[in-house]
């Protein structure tokens, strides 16, 4: 869960010295392999420097009003007991509404979610209105000191990320992109490096919508909408759980956002482009 903005901006002060929050390098983008089986390899960025694992935080702004919704699907490993005793890591109500409003979107899923819910997941990652993305499987942290989240060993990096899109493959998810979003937000240069060879980009965003924990939609929307410029990418959360205002803070930006001329787009298409 993304609760605070300072791991984002610490983030960012450490990609500076990597490039790893850097604007999209002019380098072209590389094969993936992650999705073999698409008729079309989805677009990613070359390695960063030393070979690193590249990260995309925005999109250009000068290519035209463009804005890419995301939404982290989070469950940890450990919290099976918890959706058995009738907690909701789902949110089909949101996904529901992006569907009536037709905005396309990137759905960043832990492996874990997807096992929880299967018949969700499938259906998102067959509706080409959406994109599934890898969150992990176990959304452990990549990093110490991640909001309290445990922590992945290093040489369980990778496998961590396969694990993710072996369960996407069970649950019948076709083509799941080769785009990975670090849990909490958290890297550092050794989690870039551990997960190289399994040749994914990360995805960070430029907007912090806020919906994790809250209460007040109005306010998130606030946030949402001062936050927008062309080419952002907004992280959001697709658990009712932990964020029961997202779908209502949707529909509150979608309308505004498109009157003010900005296009909805899938992270695929920023990076692409």
């Known amino acids: 869960m993304i609760t605070l903005v300072r791991r984002v901006a610490a983030a960012c002060v450490l990609g500076a010295a990597l490039t790893a929050c850097a604007a999209t390098p002019e380098t072209p983008p590389r094969v993936a392999r992650p999705a073999p089986s698409a008729s079309v390899a989805p677009p990613t960025l070359a390695p960063g420097p030393g070979g690193v694992t590249p990260v995309f935080k925005n999109g250009s702004r000068a290519h035209g009003k463009t804005v890419a919704f995301t939404f982290d699907a989070d469950m940890t490993a450990d919290q099976g007991a918890r959706a058995a005793g009738g907690e909701h890591f789902d949110n089909p109500e949101l996904i529901s509404a992006l569907r009536e409003l037709k905005v396309p979107a990137t759905v960043f899923m832990t492996g874990r979610w997807a096992e929880e819910y299967p018949g969700q997941a499938r259906s998102i990652g067959r509706d080409p209105l959406f994109e599934v993305a890898n969150h992990s499987y176990s959304h452990y942290a990549f990093t110490d000191d991640c909001y309290g989240l445990p922590t992945v060993s290093r040489d369980r990096m990778r496998a961590d990320v396969e694990r993710a899109y072996a369960a996407f493959r069970a649950a019948g998810v076709r083509d799941a ?31 912090v919508s806020g919906d994790a924990f809250a209460t007040d939609a109005e306010a998130v929307a606030r946030q949402v909408l001062e ?12 658990t009712r759980s932990a964020a029961p205002t997202t779908e209502r803070v949707v529909r509150e930006v979608v309308p505004v956002l498109r009157r003010e001329g900005f296009r909805f787009v899938k992270v695929s298409e920023l990076i692409g482009a």
């Open 227 to 238: 936050g927008v410029r062309p080419g952002s990418v907004v992280v959001m959360h697709c």
């Open 177 to 207: 992109m080769p785009y990975f979003r670090f849990p909490g937000g958290c890297y550092d240069r050794r989690a870039l490096k551990e997960l190289t060879p399994a040749g994914v980009t990360a995805v960070q965003w430029d907007v």
